[in-house]
């Protein structure tokens, strides 16, 4: 099966559209970072907000990798303070899983977040109800693909945890290539790795359909042409990768993604997401060839849409691409004590992870372990 919940509007100034689709309501409540305030993008949304006689509301310097006390913090203020009828989530993936998290809660107030995350995939979560209030997604990054994802994905201590209901997938995405112009180089780097990871992860799944393919394979093309020179912020080229962002989103959406993703989820506290991700990806491919046919044949088809031939050609290939961007090895970020005291725990909880369910192996504990340290040294 393949599905979409969210209208995609896109294009250069497409964010204008916000103004046909506030249409009809009363308060609109736009979250937002700093950059967005700081690059003019907000108040040119909250213009268009007015433009279409609704009041605006704004809430911004919205954290990245977001967690659950962040959307504890703001939850009173949507409830006593802004009272919206719609909400627009202006920014990276961190802002716009605050924005579906926040709308979960302000919606269904009697619902607390561990009864609905995936906090374990050995036991089920309670189902988000039919929530009322539109959300409107416009990323600022080019990474996450949460502007038509199911998922929100939140910071409980040292770990993430997903909520996943087609409720929380954003009604409609604009998707203006002017907004991740303004990323920072390492933004740039971190996020596009994501929608790469995004793409090989949903490839290789047990739950990959021939739609979702088409997706990833498109998404994985684009990054690979276009992300180096994206991140040295070449114009035509944020505006790829942007679009790619946003496939690679529908592929996992609809074919979930793997372990590479589970192991960042669980290591979240040592840095951001994407970056995590890139670090991890290789020993990942490595170890699903390794074991499953299925894993090295559908690598083995990533590799020819490249134009090159074998599993051993694509690892090759993203652990240059990781080279030349620049990614550090997982020991520039964190020290070997800090790490090895969290890592069987890291390992045990990756291995709960929601996600481990749709990889093509089945990792045991200490086989993420092992693949945790790999990364680690660098080997
Ligand atoms: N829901 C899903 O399906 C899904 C999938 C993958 C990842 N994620 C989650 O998404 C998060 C990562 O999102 P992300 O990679 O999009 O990055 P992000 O964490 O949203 O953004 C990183 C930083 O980039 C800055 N930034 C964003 N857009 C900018 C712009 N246009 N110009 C200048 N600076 C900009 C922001 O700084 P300022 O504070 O200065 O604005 C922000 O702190 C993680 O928490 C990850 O777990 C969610
Ligand atoms: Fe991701």
Request: hydrophobic letters at 45%.
């Given at each position: 099966m393949f599905w979409l919940k969210t209208r995609i509007i896109e294009g250069e100034g497409s964010l204008k559209a916000l103004s046909k689709e506030v249409r009809g309501y009363e308060r609109v409540l736009i979250l937002s970072s700093s950059s967005m305030k700081r690059h003019g993008f907000l108040s040119?949304?909250?213009?268009?907000?007015?433009?279409?006689g609704a009041e605006?509301?704004?809430?911004?310097?919205?954290p990245a990798e977001p967690s659950v006390e962040t959307v504890e913090e703001l939850l009173p203020k949507l409830r006593e303070e802004f009272q919206p009828d719609l909400l627009v989530a202006l920014g990276g993936g961190s802002v716009i899983d605050t924005a579906k998290a926040l709308k979960v809660f302000y919606d269904a107030p009697e619902l607390?977040?561990?009864?609905?995350?995936?906090?374990d995939r050995f036991s089920k979560p309670k189902p988000v109800p039919k929530l009322k209030t539109p959300l409107i997604a416009i990323p600022s990054t080019s990474g996450a693909g949460s502007e038509v994802s199911a998922a929100s994905v939140l910071k409980k201590g040292d770990a993430k945890y997903n909520i996943v209901s087609p409720e929380i997938a954003p009604e409609v995405a604009?998707?203006?290539?002017?907004l991740p112009r303004t990323m920072p180089r390492e933004v740039a780097r971190n996020s596009g790795l994501d929608v790469l990871v995004h793409g090989i992860e949903a490839y290789t799944t047990k739950a990959a359909n021939p739609f979702s393919d088409a997706m990833?394979?498109?998404?994985?093309?684009?990054?690979?042409k276009w992300l180096p020179l994206s991140v040295k912020g070449d114009e035509e080229a944020r505006a790829k990768v942007h679009y790619a962002a946003t496939m690679a989103g529908?592929?996992?959406?609809?074919?979930?993604?793997?372990?590479?993703?589970?192991?960042?989820?669980?290591?979240?506290?040592?840095?951001?997401h994407g970056l995590l991700n890139a670090i991890f990806i290789p020993y990942v491919m490595e170890f699903n060839a390794e074991r499953s046919e299925y894993a090295r044949k559908r690598y083995a088809e990533i590799a020819r849409e490249l134009g090159f031939k074998t599993t051993k050609d694509l690892i090759e290939?993203?652990?240059?691409l990781n080279e030349m961007l620049g990614v550090p090895r997982l020991r520039d970020l964190v020290d070997e004590e800090t790490f090895m005291a969290k890592l069987d725990e890291m390992a045990e909880k990756a291995y709960r992870d929601g996600l481990i369910a749709f990889n093509p192996v089945e990792p045991k504990?200490?086989?993420i372990r092992e693949l945790y340290l790999k990364a680690f040294h660098g080997e």
């Amino acid at each position: 099966m393949f599905w979409l919940k969210t209208r995609i509007i896109e294009g250069e100034g497409s964010l204008k559209a916000l103004s046909k689709e506030v249409r009809g309501y009363e308060r609109v409540l736009i979250l937002s970072s700093s950059s967005m305030k700081r690059h003019g993008f907000l108040s040119e949304a909250e213009d268009y907000v007015r433009e279409a006689g609704a009041e605006v509301f704004s809430i911004t310097g919205l954290p990245a990798e977001p967690s659950v006390e962040t959307v504890e913090e703001l939850l009173p203020k949507l409830r006593e303070e802004f009272q919206p009828d719609l909400l627009v989530a202006l920014g990276g993936g961190s802002v716009i899983d605050t924005a579906k998290a926040l709308k979960v809660f302000y919606d269904a107030p009697e619902l607390n977040f561990e009864e609905i995350a995936f906090i374990d995939r050995f036991s089920k979560p309670k189902p988000v109800p039919k929530l009322k209030t539109p959300l409107i997604a416009i990323p600022s990054t080019s990474g996450a693909g949460s502007e038509v994802s199911a998922a929100s994905v939140l910071k409980k201590g040292d770990a993430k945890y997903n909520i996943v209901s087609p409720e929380i997938a954003p009604e409609v995405a604009i998707l203006d290539p002017r907004l991740p112009r303004t990323m920072p180089r390492e933004v740039a780097r971190n996020s596009g790795l994501d929608v790469l990871v995004h793409g090989i992860e949903a490839y290789t799944t047990k739950a990959a359909n021939p739609f979702s393919d088409a997706m990833a394979i498109k998404a994985i093309k684009t990054v690979y042409k276009w992300l180096p020179l994206s991140v040295k912020g070449d114009e035509e080229a944020r505006a790829k990768v942007h679009y790619a962002a946003t496939m690679a989103g529908i592929a996992f959406l609809n074919a979930r993604l793997g372990l590479a993703h589970a192991m960042s989820h669980k290591a979240a506290w040592i840095g951001p997401h994407g970056l995590l991700n890139a670090i991890f990806i290789p020993y990942v491919m490595e170890f699903n060839a390794e074991r499953s046919e299925y894993a090295r044949k559908r690598y083995a088809e990533i590799a020819r849409e490249l134009g090159f031939k074998t599993t051993k050609d694509l690892i090759e290939v993203v652990r240059e691409l990781n080279e030349m961007l620049g990614v550090p090895r997982l020991r520039d970020l964190v020290d070997e004590e800090t790490f090895m005291a969290k890592l069987d725990e890291m390992a045990e909880k990756a291995y709960r992870d929601g996600l481990i369910a749709f990889n093509p192996v089945e990792p045991k504990p200490e086989e993420i372990r092992e693949l945790y340290l790999k990364a680690f040294h660098g080997e």
